[in-house]
């Protein structure tokens, strides 16, 4: 049984700024997973905006399978010199795939989409583009491979055009620039007639030059969802009538496109441009967007000596005794300003066993969060600290005594976060509400 590995589909997330696809990315890697594919890219319309959570996605459902998520994106390149002033209604916008081989190649693909959106001016739709300069400039290093799209690509509008010449020098000109085993020249399945005749003058003219795939475009997943499509298309912007030009945008399995190209393509034609979807397959190399949650820190650089309070205390309470002993910096510093929040109060020595019982339960539960979470979750609460002081003393400005559950903290109320001491309200308020160990993670 053959098989391949789909390089061109669009999600939902292709409809920024104009509606195109039906496809959700979990349902798309899961089809393309079903019918037996080797992997699938996602090559939205000028848009990486899905890519994180289709990784998270794929990471979660597929990472120990020899099944591949390739991240890409479909282009659109237009002249050097185009602005919002000098742009002339119905010139053309090129698209083109990209596709990244490694954390590098994402990198130039992010650096290119940031200009094409930073230059971007509305019509009926935002417009958005990439130039010949930007590919010259940003694509180095061959950490990016490139296909030549669909028939709405340079290459298949200057078909339409009869500009034969452009063609062999465009697609020169990119085998140059993205180097060998790069570029691609993209086949896709229609029984249309236009995208017949521009598959077979490809063949004729590049096969055996330069190296082949096919693409199913996949703008729904399934041929049964088509009608589903269309009405999609149709639902704005007035009468769409497009449908034609999708009848054969969905995910197809290797025998499902072999229907559309048997007449004219021969089966060792077919497996070839399998075999280098697989060869692309190969040079993919693992990488993770995904990147753990960063706390914001305020500078410090020494140990602060906090025994002198808590010193009675320290032989029966253990996260007490870690955090006023200490010689991590930023676990020190923050108990340095719990301590002055401590002194400030001035609890009764009646109430001072309560008190350090709930304290040492809070400081239990951010130690513990801390190692689950592999941080340090004292930085959180001296930045919050740091920007409640900026408000009240640097920025002229108020805030409420407590938001949500953080008014349940008394590390919060020591350190002037809040302005409600939850030991002194006349319903219990439970630490647990805003942070728990059995439950690790950040508060909001």
């Known amino acids: 049984m053959s098989t391949y590995v789909s390089l ?40 990486l905006s899905g890519h994180v959570k289709a990784m998270a996605y794929w990471a979660d459902k597929y990472k120990d399978t020899d099944f591949k998520l390739i991240l890409g994106n479909e282009i659109y390149i237009a002249r050097n010199d185009l602005t919002a002033e000098n742009y002339q209604k119905g010139e053309p916008f090129f698209h083109f795939i990209l596709l990244a081989k490694d954390m590098e ?31 010259y400039e940003l694509v180095k290093g061959g950490h990016l491979i490139a296909s030549s799209a669909c028939i709405g690509g340079y290459l298949g509008r200057k078909f339409k055009d009869g ?68 009405a999609f298309l149709n639902s704005k912007n007035g009468d769409r009538e497009v449908d034609s030009f999708y009848a054969s945008a ?20 077919m497996e070839e441009m399998a075999q280098n979807t697989l060869r692309i397959y190969d040079m993919i190399e693992p990488f993770d967007l995904r990147k753990p949650q960063q706390i914001p820190y305020i500078i410090r650089n020494e140990i602060f000596d906090n025994r002198k309070v808590f010193e009675p205390y320290l032989t029966d309470h253990e996260y007490l005794k870690y955090f006023v ?41 951010i130690h513990l969060i801390s190692e689950n979470k592999k941080v340090h979750m004292a930085d959180y609460f001296t930045t919050m600290a740091k ?16 938001r949500g559950s953080a008014g349940a903290f008394l590390i919060n109320y020591l350190l002037g976060i809040t302005q409600m001491n939850p030991l002194e309200q006349p319903a219990r308020m439970a630490s647990w509400r805003f942070l728990d160990p059995e439950r690790p993670d950040y508060p909001d």
């Open 8 to 47: 061109h589909n669009h999600t939902m997330y292709s409809n920024l700024r104009l509606i195109d696809s039906i496809n959700k990315p979990n349902d798309l890697i899961d089809y393309a997973y079903e019918i037996g594919l080797k992997g699938v890219a996602i090559t939205d319309h000028e848009s």
């Open 105 to 135: 190649g994402y990198h130039q693909m992010r650096q290119l989409s940031s200009r094409a959106w930073e230059r971007g001016f509305g019509t009926f739709m935002t417009r958005v583009w990439t130039t010949p300069n930007d590919l």
């Open 163 to 230: 500009d034969f010449a452009s063609i062999e020098r465009f697609a020169g000109a990119m085998q140059e620039l993205f180097g060998k085993g790069n570029w691609y020249i993209e086949l896709q399945p229609s029984f249309q007639e236009d995208q017949i005749a521009y598959n077979k003058y490809l063949i004729k003219t590049f096969w055996g030059k330069m190296p082949f795939i096919f693409t199913t475009d996949s703008h729904y997943l399934k041929k049964e969802d088509r009608a589903i499509h269309r």
């Open 250 to 269: 969905y995910m197809m399995s290797y025998d499902e496109v072999w229907d559309y190209f048997k007449d004219y393509v021969t089966a060792e034609q």
């Open 325 to 365: 002993t200490t010689t991590d910096e930023i676990d020190s510093y923050f108990m340095k300003l719990v301590t002055q929040g401590w002194m400030k109060e001035d609890i009764p020595p009646d109430k001072v066993p309560k008190y350090i019982e709930e304290l040492e339960t809070e400081l239990r539960t």
């Open 387 to 402: 920007l409640m002081d900026i408000i009240w003393h640097e920025a002229d400005s108020l805030v409420g005594p407590s």
